[in-house]
């Protein structure tokens, strides 16, 4: 970082990456050095590929992971899109020799970050260590069995992946609420190369059981469009509200026509001729 990002009066717009390793303290004395290795030569090789200057990336170690932030200068779109991207590639590589796979949480959010001589500090960082550290995030990469997991704030979401961008797929971010030390938050999981995910069952923190407040009037919409499809099909109701008739269900392999309740005023022909009339003669 540059001379003047020292100056802890002042603070820097940036964003911070929190990265932890899954089930850290499963690590012996001898493997342990081994993990956070691998730690660094994905991250790094994923700066390097993105493109993303060295002098632009504060690093700090976190003994089972790593805290970053990136100066903003650098385009968040590149981070979330090409850089994640290749984090992902990079993690798959180290895990194909590995008996048990390393796995990675990642937080991320933008805000106000101070600098001093032993590191990073602001509610930025605190969230995005939040954010890696919940234990959505921990249960989902578990039960995807699944080699990286990110969690992003509410506010990045909105700002930023909400609207897309080379490799950003917002479709592939689920919404869960979160119980931090802070209070609640909204956040949005993602695992890379793979649709949204399903957040696991069973946790009173995840939209499973209660949505968010933000979501209410969309599943509300929802609700209103498939009570009207009801509305529309429910044909079997009469105007004097007789009781509505059973519907029935059939495997059909052919042509088919379903009638009932019906009063023909001349012979008609539904697959066979009703009231026929005499033959024609020639």
């Known amino acids: 970082m540059d001379d003047d990002a020292m100056d802890v009066a002042e603070a820097r717009y940036e964003l911070v990456i929190s990265v932890d390793a899954r089930r850290s303290g499963e690590y012996d004395d001898v493997d342990k050095p081994r993990m956070r290795a691998r730690i660094y030569r994905v991250l790094e090789t994923a700066f390097t590929h993105a493109k993303v200057g060295r002098d632009a990336v504060h690093m ?45 949480r990642v937080g991320m959010h933008v805000g106000p970050v101070r600098h001093d001589d032993r590191g990073i500090s602001g509610r930025a960082v605190d969230l995005a260590c939040r954010l890696a550290d919940s234990p959505v995030a921990r249960r989902l990469l578990d039960a995807e069995r699944a080699d990286l997991v990110l969690v992003v704030s509410d506010a990045l979401y909105e700002d930023v992946v909400s609207s897309g961008g080379k490799f950003i797929e917002p479709a592939h971010y689920a919404l869960a609420r979160l119980k931090i030390k802070e209070g609640d938050v909204n956040a949005w999981f993602h695992l890379p190369g793979r649709p949204a995910p399903v957040m696991p069952a069973g946790d009173p923190a995840t939209a499973a059981d209660a949505p968010p407040v933000a979501d209410a009037s969309r599943i509300a919409d929802a ?20 009781p509505r008739t059973p519907r029935a269900h059939y495997t059909v392999h052919g042509d088919m026509s379903q009638h ?16 026929s009339p005499r033959p024609r003669k020639d």
């Open 260 to 275: 009932s309740d019906n009063v023909y005023q001349q012979p008609v022909h539904i697959g066979r001729i009703t009231d």
């Open 223 to 242: 609700s209103r469009i498939a009570d009207k499809r009801v509305d529309d099909d429910a044909t079997d109701i009469d105007a004097d509200d007789r």
């Open 60 to 104: 700090e170690d976190r003994g089972d992971g790593v805290l970053l932030s990136v100066a903003g200068r650098i385009a968040v779109t590149r981070l979330l899109g090409l850089w994640l991207v290749e984090v992902h590639e990079k993690l798959r590589d180290e895990n194909r020799a590995l008996r048990v796979p390393l796995g990675l």
